[in-house]
């Protein structure tokens, strides 16, 4: 078993940033792929972005790249969703999500590729 939990959401204005974290435990030694997906009332969990350790490779939406970046931890316990720029339509709950295997590219933005989710954290973007 493997367990997330997510931290840092809360409240921003339009255009300020703000930083989540998912802490892994319970073995998380083999934890090798981890992701960030989301979702806002009324629609579907999309994918935001993902860090795969075996290749230190960082995958990102297009509706966030060059705002949002991952980084994780030296231990990879942790991973870290840094945003910047928010606007209104950033506006979700953030779930953290993570496979012990390697995920290959072709699935990596897609949810069933994971096994683990965390609780999920409320991100609100309004001034």
């Known amino acids: 078993q493997l367990d997330l939990v997510e931290s840092g959401g809360g409240l921003v204005q339009p255009g300020g940033s703000l930083g989540l974290s998912c802490a892994a435990s319970?073995?998380?030694?083999?934890?090798?792929?981890m992701a960030w997906f989301r979702q806002a009332p009324g629609k579907e969990r999309e994918f935001v972005g993902a860090?795969?350790?075996?290749?230190?490779?960082?995958y990102y939406a297009d509706s966030v790249k060059g705002r949002f970046t991952i980084s994780s931890d030296n231990a990879d316990n942790t991973v870290y969703l840094q945003m910047n720029s928010l606007k209104p339509e950033d506006t979700a709950v953030y779930y953290c999500?993570?496979?012990?295997?390697?995920?290959?590219?072709?699935?990596?933005?897609?949810?069933?590729?994971?096994?683990?989710w965390g609780q999920g954290t409320q991100v609100t973007v309004s001034s």
């Open positions: 319970g073995g998380s030694s083999g934890v090798l792929t």
């Open positions: 999500a993570a496979k012990r295997q390697h995920v290959i590219t072709s699935e990596i933005r897609q949810s069933r590729a994971y096994d683990y």
């Open positions: 860090f795969r350790r075996s290749t230190r490779t960082t």
